[in-house]
């Protein structure tokens, strides 16, 4: 056994004793990790959890209705259909590998750079680097061990939000288990019975409001029917970043960056699809606000909750989900019109991006001023991305003598170029003018543009200017 694992086995059984007053239910727990470091010291660090917890579950610590689930051994690979991945846009999927039937993931916290726009990087708090964390994903009946470390310059936890895990797994710092310290390690282990869209974050409010979370995915062991062909995830966040800031102020409740996977439009990758195929949207919540999404060009159903899967009785068409904080919301539709439709939050401060916060120490006035000079004012803005900042959209020769003028006409900025990927090919020149604060589109496309979509994003491709292809 290294000097490493037995410094970390030592530090897990002595953390935070003592000083605090440890309750308790925290130093019985204490004793008990102390008593397992033998078999770890053997096998390492991860099995020496894993040890700790299967000791756990058959002392019966674990009493809920689902424990004969968490003491459940995985199933073999025969039993279970594969599972077709969740796609996050913007943000990667977390790899696994395997200790026995153990599927072994590493998270670290730490402060993360996030560029939410071409012209804007924030300093948030995110984990392996990512704002939002990258996506997990794993099966009904997985057993699942999670070895997390703390690089932040304070204490914190994970919590598997919806997830039915035995008490000492659930991530409440002081509740169910004692803070991670700065440099600590602590391994998660449970197995999961359910199905569903979950997701992980810190327990900690200021710590989830400066970007702590990350999806947790639960495949059902037997695919959804209807299948879908396309499942996409998208993480809601929103930032109050302040003139001449680069960290958001966590302790705002006015937000002028709202965010889809830590990315604010036009600068978001579009979700592609196949004409004709059905789509899964699951849309998660961690914020202060609540979202309406908003799908164009067809209805859709909802489908599961944070929860887990909803009976097909209980489904009805709409066309606006309202994803309420804490909330996941499943919803699927057939794509059976091809265009770039609109995914988007409905809530009209959360279609914009705020550009005060790029002015720096320069005030922008957007009432009782001349078109030349407010256009000039966003011309400061445009300088650093760098594009010209014109009217995209025509005004009318008498706007300015028109009281309320202007409202939508200085906010374009259209910066096709400084977004451009594989995704962005044959959508509208300008297209990037339209877009803005919590707002993607699902590019349904016909199979031959599909296929070729595939192979560009595939080789890694951006788009082409001179070819402009149009999508209806
Ligand atoms: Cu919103």
């Known amino acids: 056994m290294s000097g490493t694992r037995r410094k970390f086995i030592q530090d897990a059984a002595v953390l935070g004793a003592g000083i605090f007053g440890l309750g308790e239910s925290l130093a019985a727990r204490e004793r008990k990790t102390r008593e397992v470091a033998a078999p770890g010291e053997e096998s390492g660090e991860a099995v020496g959890a894993s040890a700790q917890t299967a000791r756990e579950n058959e002392h019966g610590r674990h009493h809920s209705p689902y ?13 279970r259909e594969a599972f077709a991945p969740m796609m996050t846009p913007d943000i990667a999927d977390l790899p696994h590998e395997m200790d026995g039937g153990v599927k072994v993931f590493r998270i670290v916290a730490e402060p993360v750079k996030r560029k939410i726009a071409p012209f804007k990087t924030i300093d948030v708090w995110g984990y392996n680097g990512s704002c ?5 994903q794993v099966q009904q009946g997985d057993r699942v061990r999670v070895v997390f470390e703390n690089k932040l310059p304070e204490s914190t936890s994970l919590h598997w939000h919806g997830v039915e895990v035995p008490i000492e797994q659930d991530g409440v710092p002081w509740i169910s288990q004692k803070p991670v310290a700065p440099g ?18 810190a327990h900690s409010a200021m710590q989830e409001m400066i ?4 999806f947790f995915i639960a495949h059902p062991e037997k695919a959804y029917r209807p299948r879908a062909d396309h499942d996409f ?10 003139p001449n800031n680069t960290v958001p102020n966590t302790a705002a409740m006015e ?36 979202h309406p999404i908003h799908l164009h060009g067809h209805q ?32 699927e539709f057939e794509a059976k019109y091809s265009g770039a439709w609109m995914v988007h939050c409905h809530l009209p401060h959360h279609m914009m991006n705020s550009m005060m916060d790029l002015l720096r120490d320069r005030m922008i006035e957007t009432a009782d001023q001349t078109d030349e000079k407010a256009l000039s004012q966003m011309q400061t803005l445009a300088n650093s991305v760098p594009f010209e900042h014109v009217h995209h959209s025509p005004i009318a020769a008498n706007a300015n003598s028109v009281p309320g003028f202007p409202q939508d006409a200085f906010m374009e900025m259209g910066m096709d170029d400084a977004v451009a990927k594989s995704e962005t090919h044959g959508l509208p020149p300008n297209w990037s003018a339209g877009m803005m604060g919590m707002m993607t589109v699902v590019r349904v496309l016909p199979e031959k543009e599909y296929e070729e979509m595939m192979e560009r994003i595939k080789t890694g491709a951006g788009p082409e200017k001179s070819k402009h292809v149009h999508e209806s």
């Open 211 to 214: 970007g702590q979370i990350g």
């Open 233 to 242: 995830g998208i993480i809601l966040q929103e930032w109050a970043v302040l």
């Open 255 to 290: 937000y002028n960056w709202l965010t889809f996977n830590g990315v604010s439009a036009p600068a978001i990758t579009p979700m592609i699809a196949r004409l004709g195929s059905r789509v899964r949207l699951r849309i998660v919540n961690i914020g202060m606000d609540h």
């Open 132 to 136: 939002p964390g990258p996506t997990i």
């Open 300 to 331: 859709f159903v909802m489908t599961g909750t944070e929860g887990g899967r909803a009976p097909e009785s209980t489904w009805y068409p709409m066309n606006t989900v309202l994803v309420g904080v804490a909330q996941a919301r499943v919803v």
């Open 67 to 79: 424990g004969e689930h968490a003491k459940r051994a995985p199933k073999g690979a025969g039993e």
């Open 184 to 201: 600590e390690k602590y391994i998660y282990e449970f197995t999961v019975h359910q199905e569903g869209t979950f997701f992980y974050h």
